[in-house]
C-alpha cells in the first residue's frame, strides 16, 4: 500500500489545492456576474440554484463515465474538477457583491483601476471573511470525504480513505474466533 505519508500528502493536495481553486473561481465568477451587465449573466444564478436544489440520483455511473473518458481517474488531473464555480457558494458571493457598495468601484475608476484591480484588489480583499470561512469549512469537508478517494482515485489514496480501509480490514479481517476463545 501506501505509506502513512504519501496518505497525508495526497488529502493535503486534495483538500487545500483543491479548496483554493475552488474559492479562486467561484469569487471571481461571482463578482463578474454581479458587477457586470452582459446577457446570460443571470443563468448562473438559476444554475447554481438549480445544482443545489435538485437531486440527480443515479447520476454515479454516467459521473464515473465521464471521468474515465477524461483521464481523470487514478490522475491529479481530477483536481481540475475543482474548477466548478457553481455551487452553494457562489450564490452567498453573489449575494455579497450585491451588497457591496459601488463607491469602491466609482474610487477604483478614479484612480485608473481596471477590471482586474477591481475584483483582485476591492472586491476579494472586502469579502476575506466569507472566502475564510467557506474555505475552512469546504476544507474539513474535503479532508474528512472518503467516498470520492475510494471511487475516482483508489491508487491515489487519501487520509480518510486509507483510515476507512483500515477499519474495514480491522473489523472484517480479524479472526473473530480467536479473539472471542478466550
Not at 458587477?35 to 459521473?63: C, D, E, H
Not at 474548477?83 to 452567498?92: E, I, K, P, S, V
Request: proline share 2%; aromatic share 22%.
Amino acid at each position: 500500500g501506501n505509506s502513512f505519508w504519501a496518505m497525508i500528502g495526497n488529502s493535503m493536495l486534495f483538500s487545500i489545492v483543491g479548496q483554493v481553486m475552488t474559492m479562486y473561481f467561484t469569487t471571481t465568477l461571482a463578482f463578474v456576474a454581479t458587477k457586470y451587465k452582459f446577457y446570460g449573466r443571470k443563468f448562473f444564478w438559476y444554475a447554481s440554484f438549480f445544482m443545489n436544489t435538485i437531486p440527480l440520483y443515479g447520476s454515479g455511473g454516467q459521473t464515473y463515465t465521464l471521468y474515465y473518458n477524461l483521464g481523470f481517474i487514478n490522475s491529479y488531473s481530477i483536481l481540475l474538477l475543482n474548477t466548478a464555480a457553481l455551487g452553494l457558494g457562489f450564490m452567498y458571493f453573489e449575494s455579497m457583491y450585491q451588497g457591496m457598495s459601488n463607491t469602491y468601484f466609482e474610487a477604483a475608476d478614479i484612480d485608473g483601476a481596471n477590471d482586474w484591480h477591481k475584483c483582485y484588489f476591492i472586491a476579494i480583499p472586502l469579502s476575506m471573511g466569507l472566502v475564510t470561512a467557506l474555505f475552512i469549512m469546504n476544507w474539513m469537508s474535503s479532508w474528512n470525504a472518503y467516498g470520492g478517494a475510494l471511487i475516482y482515485h483508489p491508487k491515489i489514496p487519501t487520509f480518510a480513505a486509507g483510515i476507512y480501509l483500515f477499519q474495514l480490514q480491522m473489523r472484517y479481517g480479524a479472526r473473530a474466533d480467536i479473539l472471542y476463545a478466550a
